[in-house]
C-alpha cells in the first residue's frame, strides 16, 4: 500500500475537509501552487480513494432498503 507523505496527506486531508473547495483554493490555503495540488491529489491516488468512496456509499445505501 502507498505511504503518504507529509505533503500529500496534507493536501488530501485538506481537500477532503473542504469539498466545495477547487485545487487552486486548496492550493491557497496551503501556500503552494495549483500544479503542486495536483501533483500531490496524484501521488496519493485521490481519484481512486473518491471512487471507492462513492462504491461503497452505493452499497450503504442499497443495503439500508
Do not use: M
Amino acid at each position: 500500500f502507498n505511504k503518504w507523505s507529509a505533503t500529500v496527506a496534507s493536501i488530501i486531508c485538506t481537500i477532503i475537509e473542504n469539498p466545495k473547495y477547487n485545487q487552486t483554493d486548496i492550493a491557497n490555503l496551503l501556500n503552494r501552487t495549483q500544479s503542486s495540488i495536483s501533483e500531490g491529489l496524484i501521488r496519493g491516488g485521490y481519484n481512486e480513494l473518491v471512487v471507492l468512496n462513492l462504491y461503497y456509499r452505493n452499497e450503504i445505501l442499497k443495503r439500508s432498503h
